[in-house]
């Protein structure tokens, strides 16, 4: 009776932190789209483009180069060292995911 319990107990859990990484994972990028267009501070504008780009870059990465180019974009209107540099190095991560290396070496030296 006991281990019965703790075997529905276990496919209970599971299930639940399945169905939350299900509804979780979507309402990131979603947040931070509407962060964009809701703000018109360019440093915020860069760090969502900043994070989309990272939360792209390994998945989608024709759709992380574009957030990329918009951090870089904002953040050389907010003349953000920091956020520039973050902005080159992601770019250069995205080159170098599709392994377009001369590119990815030129953003990436960028980014120092």
Excluded: E
């Amino acid at each position: 009776m006991c281990k019965l319990f703790y075997k529905k107990y276990a496919i209970l859990i599971c299930t639940l932190f399945f169905i939350n990484n299900i509804y979780s994972s979507n309402s990131y990028p979603d947040s931070l789209v509407k962060l964009i267009h809701a703000s018109k501070i360019d440093t915020v504008i860069a760090k969502a483009n900043l994070d989309l780009c990272d939360y792209y870059l390994q998945k989608q990465t024709d759709k992380a180069l574009v957030y990329g180019r918009n951090a870089l974009v904002f953040s050389n209107k907010s003349k953000n060292n920091n956020l520039i540099a973050n902005a080159y190095q992601n770019i250069g991560l995205c080159y170098s995911f599709k392994t377009i290396t001369d590119t990815a070496a030129i953003y990436l030296d960028s980014a120092f």
